[in-house]
Structures are given as structure tokens and as C-alpha cells.
């Protein structure tokens, strides 16, 4: 991979507890997830990053969401971070935590065979009726 391929990119939650700051690539597309649970933690979709790196500046809260990951958020103003799967080294990172300008672009949805009943997908991006 040629170093203009990295992106470096800091971000923090709305009251700045917690901070982060990392890298990623372009070969991790940015995909918004509509199941049940994102829609839940995040208010509407959920759309991450996968880092190639990142440190963390607080203490993120952690909330078991699954029988295979967790949710990490902000124990003062409630902000929704981070999502791990359980066994991986890798924390996805919230796309709007993220300082602007991102240079992130959707690439497509995943999971839209539970995407709420109250809005349609229209972008003409690729839609996964499930996980990709």
C-alpha cells in the first residue's frame, strides 16, 4: 500500500471526554448499517470506519450489545464511539465523531432488510439485505 493511501483522522464525542486519534484506508469502504440495534444506538443508521490505528484519549463506557461485541460510548454526554467484535483488535469508529473535514465518502448500506420502516434508500449506492 503507497503511504497516500492512509488518511490520518482525530475525532472526540460532543462534550470532548473522550478523544481519538488514528489512521485508515480506502480499502475498508465507509458502509451505513441500518439493523435494528445501530438504528437504536445511533438514533437513525450507523455508518464506522475501521482504523488501521487508533488511540484513545478517556474512558469510553462499554455496553455488552450482543453475544459477540460491544458499544463504546461516553459516559458523560452519551455519545455512541465505538463498536468491537468480540476477539478483534479493531475498534470501528463512529463516521460523525470524526473531525471534519473526513475526505469519507458511503460506498453503500449493509443490513437493509431491517432498515426502518420510516425512510427509503435512495442514494443509489449498493444495498446488502444483510451483513457484507
Same mark, same amino acid.
Given at each position: ?76 454526554? =452519551?455519545?455512541? !464511539? ?6 478483534? %483488535?479493531?475498534? @470501528?469508529?463512529?463516521?460523525? $465523531?470524526?473531525?471534519? &473535514?473526513? =475526505?469519507?465518502? !458511503? ?6 432488510? %431491517?432498515?426502518? @420502516?420510516?425512510?427509503?434508500? $435512495?442514494?443509489?449506492? &449498493? ?6
Amino acid at each position: 500500500m503507497k503511504p497516500s493511501d492512509v488518511t490520518e483522522f482525530t475525532g472526540h464525542c460532543l462534550c470532548g471526554e473522550i478523544r481519538f486519534r488514528g489512521t485508515y484506508d480506502d480499502s475498508h469502504g465507509l458502509n451505513a448499517c441500518h439493523c435494528s440495534q445501530c438504528r437504536r444506538w445511533s438514533g437513525h443508521v450507523w455508518a464506522a470506519i475501521l482504523p488501521r490505528s487508533m488511540q484513545i484519549d478517556g474512558e469510553p463506557t462499554w455496553y455488552r450489545a450482543s453475544d459477540f461485541a460491544r458499544r463504546g460510548f461516553c459516559g458523560t454526554c =452519551g455519545s455512541s !464511539l465505538f463498536w468491537q467484535r468480540d476477539g478483534s %483488535d479493531i475498534i @470501528d469508529v463512529a463516521a460523525g $465523531a470524526i473531525d471534519t &473535514p473526513t =475526505g469519507l465518502r !458511503l460506498q453503500g448500506h449493509i443490513f437493509v432488510a %431491517d432498515k426502518g @420502516d420510516y425512510y427509503d434508500i $435512495a442514494d443509489g449506492l &449498493p444495498q446488502d439485505p444483510s451483513e457484507s
